[in-house]
């Protein structure tokens, strides 16, 4: 079945960085499109990165330039690389795998900033 395993959460001040985890087992993971999410109290879930099994990127204008996405293919692991961070990127962050029967969910991973 497919599992999906964030972790690498934490608390850290503004400023400063966090490197997140998602391990992925159950499905061939080079050829699916891979995604974070994030959802803060009170908020929809929002998209924050996401990553083509071709490796190409995507972000929206509220994580560009401070949060990466990459991939290993040989791990079946998908990071989040997230710097500069502010106390508005609060949040569970989710791991999502967009198979194309349906999307996978993990159980995401609590991140807080303070200021």
């Known amino acids: 079945q497919v599992q999906l395993v964030e972790s690498g959460g934490g608390s850290v001040q503004a400023g400063g960085s966090l490197r997140l985890s998602c391990a992925a087992s159950g499905f061939t993971f080079s050829t699916v499109n891979m995604a974070w999410y994030r959802q803060a109290p009170g908020k929809s879930r929002e998209l924050v990165a996401r990553i083509s099994s071709g490796g190409s990127t995507s972000y929206p204008d509220s994580v560009k330039g401070r949060f990466t996405i990459s991939r290993d293919n040989a791990k079946n692991t998908v990071f989040l690389q997230m710097n500069s961070l502010k106390p508005e990127d609060t949040a569970v962050y989710l791991c999502?795998?967009?198979?194309?029967?349906?999307?996978?969910w993990g159980q995401g991973t609590q991140v807080t900033v303070s200021s």
């Open positions: 999502r795998a967009e198979i194309p029967s349906r999307a996978y």
